[in-house]
């Protein structure tokens, strides 16, 4: 079984910089591919970026350019690192284990002056 956690997210202003972290338990971290998800209040949750196993990455047009994901297998980490942030980008941000169920519990980012 594996759990996630979340962590790093706040309140930023339009322009700034956050990095969140998800933390997985078990083993064999090395083996998932990893993706990170947002969810607006009465949006659909959607795929932000993902990491394969290869450290292959892929992101949603509209933070290409902005986040970049990175995961750290030796500490079971993934990460999310969020420059020139926009106020469509407040969320909760989510982490997942690709193509299972295996959700994080969620971070609430807020982007606003």
């Known amino acids: 079984q594996v759990q996630l956690v979340e962590s790093g997210g706040g309140l930023v202003q339009p322009g700034g910089s956050l990095t969140l972290s998800c933390a997985a338990s078990?083993?064999?971290?090395?083996?998932?591919?990893m993706g990170w998800y947002r969810q607006a209040p009465r949006t659909s949750r959607e795929l932000v970026a993902s990491?394969?196993?290869?450290?292959?990455?892929n992101y949603a047009d509209s933070v290409k350019g902005r986040f970049r994901i990175t995961r750290d297998n030796a500490k079971n980490t993934v990460y999310l690192q969020m420059d020139s942030l926009k106020p469509e980008d407040t969320a909760v941000y989510y982490c997942?284990?690709?193509?299972?169920?295996?959700w994080g519990q969620g971070t609430q980012v807020t982007v606003s002056s």
């Open positions: 990491i394969s196993t290869a450290f292959v990455t």
């Open positions: 997942r284990v690709r193509f299972t169920n295996h």
């Open positions: 078990g083993r064999n971290f090395n083996i998932f591919e």
